[in-house]
């Protein structure tokens, strides 16, 4: 990978105070929300003892990763595509996948720097407990880091525009997030919608992060679910992708 190229799109995400805002902040900003609310900090039974802000810290990790690998990532590749910048790129000695490699870069550590973000405060503000299984929680992020992004890049392939980008990003958004559990954790979802959620690849991370987080290994099940979306999504965005 150009590091020229990598240092220029850090810069330039570093000027986006929007992308800033959603992927580094928003997720941690609603941690700090829920965690205000008394009823949220009481332990459930029907959680297993947890407390409800217990089991949106890992929601607040996914959050960041789906906001930059569903949003942010592809109106921005998409953006290149359409004002030529990846045609013209061709005719120089930086390749466009160069520009690619930077962008997945930029946005899976944005992604991860988020994820420690939420983990970090979920700690200090409201004594949620950090992984017991540090290895596995660290595995299955990086796991659905790399799946967001290969979800990404097929919402890019498939988007002329930087508008059809958005509608693409959004319809795909708003399930991926059911899928983590920003509306309801997967552990008070019905058994039946859990296991379907469980095979999707943010249902499957969710569990995996919740897993570890308890000390347990993640599940190859749900870590599986995880390699097999990414090979999947890659494959699918390195067909129909073009730089043109």
């Known amino acids: 990978m150009n590091t020229a190229v990598l240092r220029t799109e850090v810069r330039l995400f570093r000027r986006e105070p929007g992308a800033l805002f959603w992927i ?3 997720p941690t900003l609603l941690l700090v929300i829920l965690g205000s609310i008394p009823s949220f900090r009481h332990h459930d039974p029907d959680l297993g003892g947890l407390r409800t802000i217990d089991v949106y810290v890992p929601v607040a990790v ?7 690998g569903l949003q942010s990532m592809p109106q921005t590749l998409t953006g290149y595509r359409e004002r030529g910048i990846l045609r013209r790129m061709s005719t120089t000695p930086v390749r466009p996948t160069a520009l690619l490699v930077a962008q997945m870069t930029v946005y899976g550590g944005a992604a991860l720097a ?22 596995g929680y660290l595995l299955a992020l990086v796991l659905a880091v790399l799946a967001a992004l290969a979800l990404g890049a097929v919402v890019s392939a498939l988007s002329r525009t930087t508008k059809m980008a958005g509608a693409i990003g959004s319809a795909v ?8 559990g920003v ?3 997967v552990q008070t979802m019905p058994h039946l919608l859990a296991r379907i959620v469980g095979y999707t690849p943010f249902g499957a991370a969710a569990e995996a992060l919740n897993r570890a987080a308890a000390g347990h290994w993640p599940g190859w099940t749900h870590l599986g679910v995880l390699v097999i979306w990414t090979l999947l999504l890659t494959a699918a965005a390195s067909r129909w992708f073009r730089w043109e």
């Open 62 to 68: 996914l959050l960041g990763l789906i906001v930059g």
């Open 183 to 185: 509306w309801a954790p």
């Open 173 to 180: 958004f708003f399930p991926a997030m059911f899928c983590a």
């Open 114 to 135: 988020s994820g420690l973000l939420a983990l970090a405060v979920g700690r200090v503000g409201f004594a949620v407990r950090l992984p017991e299984q540090p290895a």
């Open 24 to 26: 580094l902040l928003f």
